[in-house]
T-cell receptor, first 114, second 111 residues
Framework: KAGVTQTPRYLIKTRGQQVTLSCSPI?????VSWYQQTPGQGLQFLFE???????NKGNFPGRFSGRQFSNSRSEMNVSTLELGDSALYLC?????????????FGPGTRLTVL | GQQLNQSPQSMFIQEGEDVSMNCTSS?????WLWYKQEPGEGPVLLIA?????ELTSNGRLTAQFGITRKDSFLNISASIPSDVGIYFC???????????FGKGTKLTVNP
């Protein structure tokens, strides 16, 4: 079974631009979560989608948004990029069996904002 | 919100040694997850714990869910060079899919 895939793997943007990152979950997984990883703050939750609906949201500004499609694939968008948005953006999917919370991560998209 | 305190921050050990790291919280967690991350990759799930007092093994790795539900431990026996990486503990906040992560334990194994 293929794992979580994320595209692109690397991205360089300049301040003020916007960016869209894509995530394809493991087949059959309907929940997709996004995390930001930086050396200073560690891994921080951005948002989670299930059945095309955002169910949970972290403490990030409105410049960070996302969506999920009917095939469970998800995208996240960051508008008006700032230098501090440079980070590894990770997507994770889970099966949501009973109360289990096992999330499986993709390799991430490394975003550099210049 | 809930926070996870992970220690130690880093460990430098010789190949063959056993390793122990832990994670504590001021809040109760109903699930504890242990991940390993290698450079340039996403975290890989190593062990999931669902019940207080539970002890679960995955090869040379053993993890325990603390009785108080506020801590968890990960042990690695007979370390090898490929154990190098950053180990994270994580737990779901409020029973949701929102995972809270510790800051990680960076493990270096000297051959």
């Amino acid at each position: 079974k293929a794992g979580v895939t994320q595209t692109p793997r690397y991205l360089i943007k300049t301040r003020g631009q916007q960016v869209t990152l894509s995530c394809s979950p493991i087949s059959g997984h309907r929940s997709v979560s996004w995390y930001q990883q930086t050396p200073g703050q560690g891994l921080q939750f951005l948002f989670e989608y299930f059945s095309e609906t955002q169910r949970n949201k972290g403490n990030f500004p409105g410049r960070f948004s996302g969506r999920q499609f009917s095939n469970s694939r998800s995208e996240m968008n960051v508008s008006t990029l700032e230098l501090g948005d440079s980070a590894l953006y990770l997507c994770a999917s889970s099966l949501l069996v009973e109360t289990y919370n096992e999330q499986f991560f993709g390799p991430g998209t490394r975003l550099t904002v210049l | 919100g809930q926070q996870l305190n992970q220690s130690p921050q880093s460990m430098f050990i010789q190949e063959g040694e056993d390793v122990s790291m832990n994670c504590t919280s001021s809040s109760i967690f109903n699930t504890w997850l242990w991940y390993k991350q290698e450079p340039g990759e996403g975290p890989v799930l190593l062990i999931a714990l669902y019940k207080a007092g539970e002890l679960t093994s995955n090869g040379r790795l053993t993890a325990q869910f603390g009785i108080t539900r506020k801590d968890s431990f990960l042990n690695i026996s007979a370390s090898i060079p490929s154990d190098v990486g950053i180990y994270f503990c994580a737990g779901p906040q409020g029973g949701s899919e929102k995972l809270v992560f510790g800051k990680g334990t960076k493990l270096t194994v000297n051959p």
